[in-house]
């Protein structure tokens, strides 16, 4: 008996032991987690993302603790799902999918713009006016979109308004091909599909956005709230290295990159660079009330949320 009650208590240390030292390791795993080194980061494969692959480059390079870990998606709504599940910790997106989000109660923080201009609305040779676009079907690829915005703004130039075109949903890399074959009389789009309806002969600008919107905004750098909130100093690195990445992308630095991460052709990379920038890359508050006055005039967002609610500030 006594034999018995020696082992009972010998298996009873060993059951505790085991419950102590795996709450040990669950709590280093939540502290690893507290202070992320891994950032995931979203992106579409557009030269509007350029920003986000030269992070990347400059952070491996640094060798430091944080890390960029990028993850592709196909359609602006399969990022947008992640992002607001909190499945990636920021992405590269159409800033005003991430205002719509904000609008509905996701906690994201736009911490920089994606690029300054860098759209063009590409029309068939049909169209040599902006005239000619009456009674066109013109794509954009979402109306949720600074797309939507410059093709109305063409419009208006005209004389014209959306009631006279009809403007249909497409994904980016569905529009040169369905300009070619007729489809589609126009697009407005990401680059550098516009660029490669133009390389190859299928069509030519109209519009380029600073005609229509003179350093207009398109897409934003933004990251989920919580991760700024348990990640502060891993998520400022992130801030300060996009920041330092923009800059850099001078047109030498942004095709290499655009070659490495797109595998773009040289010919359709060389004409879209020519339209974009990247070396102002600060959401001020003047940007963000022209566009907030332009989603609510064309009916994108009648309620933008503030740029204080929308845009993270260190302060």
């Known amino acids: 008996m006594y034999k018995k009650k020696r082992w009972a208590m ?77 499945k990636i910790d920021g992405a590269s997106v159409l800033i005003e999918l991430a205002m719509g989000a904000v609008n509905k109660g996701i906690d994201l923080k736009a911490v920089a713009l994606g690029h300054r201009d860098g759209n063009v609305l590409v029309v068939s040779d049909a169209v040599t006016t902006p005239q000619d676009l009456k009674g066109k079907t013109i794509a954009i690829p979402s109306t949720q979109s600074s797309h939507n915005i410059l093709v109305q703004e063409a419009l208006a130039k005209a004389g014209l308004s959306a009631k006279d075109v009809k403007l249909t949903e497409l994904s980016p890399t569905e529009m040169p091909s369905s300009l070619a074959s007729g489809a589609i009389d126009g697009y407005c789009v990401a680059e550098p599909f516009g660029a490669a309806g133009v390389v190859k002969g299928f069509g030519h600008v109209l519009y380029e956005s600073g005609d229509l919107w003179e350093n207009s905004v398109c897409c934003a750098f933004v990251l989920n709230g919580a991760f700024i909130k348990n990640n502060p100093e891993v998520a400022q690195v992130v801030i300060d290295s996009y920041q330092e990445a923009g800059q850099k992308l001078d047109e030498a630095t942004a095709t290499t990159v655009a070659e490495k991460y797109l595998g773009q052709d040289a010919a359709v990379l060389k004409e879209s660079l020519k339209w974009i920038s990247y070396d102002n890359l600060t959401l001020t508050r003047e940007d963000y009330g022209a566009l907030s006055e332009k989603v609510k005039a064309d009916g994108i967002n009648t309620n933008p949320p503030s740029y204080d609610d929308f845009v993270y500030s260190q302060n």
Not at 15 to 42: D, F, H, N, P
């Open 10 to 86: 010998a298996l009873l240390v060993l059951l505790v032991a085991g419950v102590i030292l795996t709450g040990c390791q669950g709590q280093g795993r939540g502290a690893a987690a507290s202070s992320q080194k891994k950032v995931t980061i979203g992106y579409l494969p557009i030269t509007h993302a350029l920003p986000v692959f030269e992070e990347k480059e400059l952070l491996e390079a640094a060798g430091g603790d944080v890390q960029i870990e990028l993850q592709k998606f196909s359609s602006w709504t399969d990022l947008m799902d992640a992002l607001n599940a909190g």
